[in-house]
């Protein structure tokens, strides 16, 4: 017997997709603008690769859109986020202070440094950082000396601290980042999911001293694959740039490179359509918006759950919808998604939290109970900006 919430569940989508044809993806990417004509422009001239004019405006457009003095494109997100750890002084050996509810490149790419994530809590409602907490645990493990901090219990070196804008609301940022410049931990923003999302007022990406952007399949644009990282340092401009180009010195035809850097430069056939994709963001923003609401006007009916809404500090891209069961409810999760699924409406659950992923299953943390609680009960459904 479908239990009676799920029945509700489903009656929802009923209304607010009464004429949409099933299935119903959970995030369409939409090519409605000049994808094509800059995707023949590339071909008709030969400049698929890694030279050509649309690498240099995409960045230039995000820097107009996101209002950060510097955008960087790069291969993918994961890759942004590690050259983003390097370049504010992660080594081998070091630890960075992680979400465990998040997608699992923001953990991926500590790794990737040779750094070890050390995982941090979640906070019920925007599903960011909880800083009140992260506060008391940093005060029991954490030694600042000569503006290094290092984690007491294990010895090493915390070198960083990345927040994540979950699903595309922003987190508390001015208080992460307080207390990040209190223990002298390096701030990183993984904006992968916020693009178009602002922190009383402000774009996200321009509170850190790095950010990092994705541009996947699944994102509110696409280049195919992709990323960016954001900086307002000119300095730390110029090395990403160095550091995801093989830190090749300009000159018309001899390879000199400097630096055992790498090639995480992204194509230009990819940064066409990136520069396609963000001429109609901000109809994409508006409709996607225009989707929450409706869903926003038809949840708000149900008592057994809760639909996730911007917190009051910003204002979110509303990446991927979401609701949240009711505690009394979470074993009720994985009939929900089966059901939804049945009737073609594609959900899924949150992430499976990153401490309790094998590898990194031996990992620091602080207690989690938080996230490992969310994580039973949250269900993401369609949010395509054309639904
Ligand atoms: C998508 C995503 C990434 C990584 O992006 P890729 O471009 O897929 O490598 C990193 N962090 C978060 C939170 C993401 O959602």
């Not at 997709?17 to 422009?41: A, C, M, Q, S, T």
């Not at 050259?83 to 992680?98: I, M, P, R, S, T």
């Not at 029991?140 to 010895?155: F, P, S, Y």
């Not at 090749?248 to 000199?256: I, S, T």
Request: charged share 20%.
């Amino acid at each position: 017997m479908t239990s009676v919430l799920t029945q509700e569940i489903l009656g929802v989508f009923d209304k607010v997709f009464p004429n949409v044809k099933r299935p119903i993806p959970l995030h369409e990417p939409i090519f409605k603008g000049k994808e094509w004509d800059y995707l023949k422009e590339c071909l008709d001239t030969g400049y698929v690769s890694s030279v050509g004019k649309f690498v240099d405006k995409f960045e230039r457009d995000l820097e107009a859109f996101t209002g950060s003095k510097h955008a960087i494109a790069c291969v993918n997100g994961t890759a942004a986020l590690q050259v983003a750890y390097q370049l504010v002084g992660v080594k081998a050996g070091d630890e960075v202070l992680v979400p465990t509810l998040t997608f699992v490149g923001t953990a991926n790419a500590v790794s990737h440094c040779g750094a070890i994530p050390h995982f941090i809590d979640s906070e019920e409602f925007t599903f960011g950082l909880d800083a009140k907490r992260l506060q008391t645990y940093l005060e029991d493990i954490a030694l600042v000396k000569n503006g290094i901090c290092t984690n007491k219990k294990t010895g090493r070196r915390i070198a960083a601290l990345v927040g994540v804008h979950i699903f595309g609301h922003p987190f508390s940022v001015d208080e992460v980042s307080q207390l990040c410049e209190r223990f002298h931990i390096p701030f990183v923003e993984d904006c992968a999911e916020a693009l178009g999302s602002y922190y009383k007022g402000k774009h996200t990406g321009n509170f850190a001293k790095v950010s990092t952007l994705s541009f996947n399949g699944n994102k509110v644009l696409t280049t195919g694959g992709g990323g960016a990282l954001l900086t307002n340092d000119s300095e730390l401009a110029k090395r990403a740039k160095h550091l995801t180009t093989t830190a090749k010195r300009a000159h018309a035809w001899e390879f000199m490179h400097d630096y055992v850097a790498y090639n995480f430069r992204l194509p230009n056939i990819n940064a066409a359509l990136g520069v396609a994709q963000l001429e109609q963001l901000v109809g994409n923003l508006r409709n996607k918006r225009a989707l929450s609401e409706r869903y926003k006007g038809a949840f708000q009916k149900l008592s057994g759950l809760k639909f996730v809404e911007e917190p009051s500090h910003g204002k979110s891209n509303y990446w991927l919808n979401a609701i949240v069961l009711n505690k009394e409810h979470s074993h009720l999760r994985d009939e929900v998604l089966e059901q939804l699924h049945e009737k073609g409406i594609q959900a899924r659950p949150a992430w499976v939290a990153m401490h309790q992923l094998p590898m990194y299953g031996e990992n620091p943390r602080m207690d989690l109970h938080v996230a490992e609680d969310l994580v039973k009960r949250i269900v993401n459904i369609p949010s395509s900006a054309n639904l």
